[in-house]
């Protein structure tokens, strides 16, 4: 009798575990506004929304639990910030007055208003606001995961994953050549990948080491920054520091068992060539979801959603918006462009859910903190014709201390307790009060 019982209990115990693994009823959801995103963008507009509409009305899609402030990276792979510092649980950025589903959208039907998930959920909306940012594609270059998993030089600052190992092969770098790379790829926060850069060559000095090791910045791009008046300030510091700049020069491959990284010149595709390193910081070509891109209902051949440059509403789909880096707007990706972009998006997105016209414009402001040392900055601000579009009444393509500050202390207290509030558009408010309102557009400088 007793082995009976004992034998009944193992079936009860296996049968609950069988139904434990059971799928889940799937749930049809409807909401007037889906935020398909939990990122910068989404979670500010999130925010603004979260004032009118009621909470069963308002739903975010995210499948993280944790909310990454992103910029802060930099600093962080560098040693002069904390991974925790930058790092905030998904349900307390998230506004209370939503509805959170922990889950990512995998399918798009833009006809039928309706996202569908990878739980099987089917949401419908009356309005879709696209958010997803974009994904890192380390899987891109043959052998860099295999070499991001095993301790050496290889790092990324790209990655919450990842970017403590860049401080670790900072510290264990004695001689040898250090090598940062820019994908042939859209990237968000392209001035990133050569702040490291900068704050290695400062570190090394500070340490006496500088001499032993080579640096060389190897970009994809035609130039070492998009708008002239700051690249000119950056050959110039390059040129000081003995940095070695390669232009047009794209990362292939990663030997995962020896400290080798091959390369390709963009413009002679033949030409191919592989160098030793002791460091290797690597920007990982990036894109829009794949559950995005291949909807081509709503993204463009470049798989980016498809996008009014000026008002971020879809070309095709007027209840469609996007904020953020997955958007096919051409400006600089990064937080800034983001904050700037979200008053944009609230107010017309409002606009056209009361059936009247939009009005408000985003004119590609973007801003790039460039770090060029553990005190310096060079705070880059542009527009869409990449012209300077400087909030301060001087102008900014110099090193300054009081820069560093504004990247380091200042910004992130801006993000976490303005921006993820929905109060925070960027500083094109501030920028009238410093010049007292006064441009002169023909040269778009301030005076």
Request: proline content about 6%; overall charge positive; hydrophobic content about 35%.
């Amino acid at each position: 009798m007793f082995l009976n019982k004992c034998i009944d209990k193992t079936l009860a115990t296996l049968n609950r575990r069988c139904l434990s693994k059971t799928p889940i009823n799937f749930e049809s959801l409807s909401c007037k506004l889906l935020v398909v995103g939990g990122g910068t963008g989404g979670c500010s507009v999130a925010a603004k929304f979260s004032r009118h509409l009621k909470k069963n009305n308002l739903i975010v899609l995210d499948p993280s639990k944790n909310h990454y402030y992103q910029p802060l990276f930099t600093l962080i792979g560098a040693g002069a910030e904390k991974l925790e510092n930058a790092r905030r649980d998904m349900k307390d950025v998230l506004p209370q007055e939503c509805t959170w589903i922990e889950d990512e959208a995998i399918e798009y039907e833009p006809k039928k208003n309706t996202v569908r998930t990878s739980k099987g959920h089917v949401i419908e909306y009356d309005y879709l606001l696209v958010a997803v940012g974009l994904d890192l594609r380390f899987d891109k270059i043959p052998g860099l995961l295999a070499a991001l998993s095993k301790p050496g030089g290889v790092c990324s600052n790209y990655s919450p994953k990842y970017v403590n190992r860049t401080y670790q092969a900072l510290q264990k770098l004695q001689s040898g050549n250090a090598i940062f790379t820019f994908p042939n790829s859209p990237v968000k926060c392209p001035g990133a990948p050569q702040k490291i850069c900068y704050l290695t060559d400062h570190y090394l000095r500070k340490r006496g080491k500088r001499n032993n090791v080579s640096i060389s910045y190897n970009t994809s791009l035609a130039v070492i920054f998009g708008v002239k008046k700051y690249a000119d300030a950056l050959w110039k510091i390059c040129k000081e520091r003995n940095i070695q700049v390669n232009l047009r020069t794209n990362l292939i491959k990663v030997n995962p068992d020896r400290p080798e990284a091959t390369f390709e010149n963009l413009d002679k595709p033949e030409e191919k060539f592989t160098t030793e390193f002791s460091m290797l910081h690597v920007t990982p070509p990036m894109a829009t979801p794949e559950t995005l891109s291949k909807n081509k209902d709503i993204t463009n051949e470049t798989g980016f959603v498809e996008v009014d440059k000026n008002t971020m509403q879809h070309v095709r789909f007027p209840n469609i918006f996007t904020i953020g880096d997955c958007s096919s707007s051409p400006n600089s990706k990064t937080a800034a462009a983001a904050a700037a972009q979200s008053e944009v998006v609230y107010k017309n997105m409002l606009s056209v859910m009361k059936n009247k016209p939009i009005h408000e414009m985003y004119d590609g402001y973007a801003s790039c903190p460039l770090v060029t040392g553990y005190n310096k900055c060079i705070l880059a601000e542009f527009d869409y014709d990449l012209n300077p579009l400087e909030t301060f009444p001087f102008s900014q393509d110099k090193e300054l201390y009081s820069m560093y500050v504004l990247k380091k202390n200042v910004i992130p207290s801006i993000y976490w307790h303005l921006m993820m509030n929905g109060h925070w558009n960027g500083p094109a408010t501030f920028r009238k009060l410093m010049h007292l309102g006064f441009t002169d557009k023909k040269s778009n400088l301030h005076v």
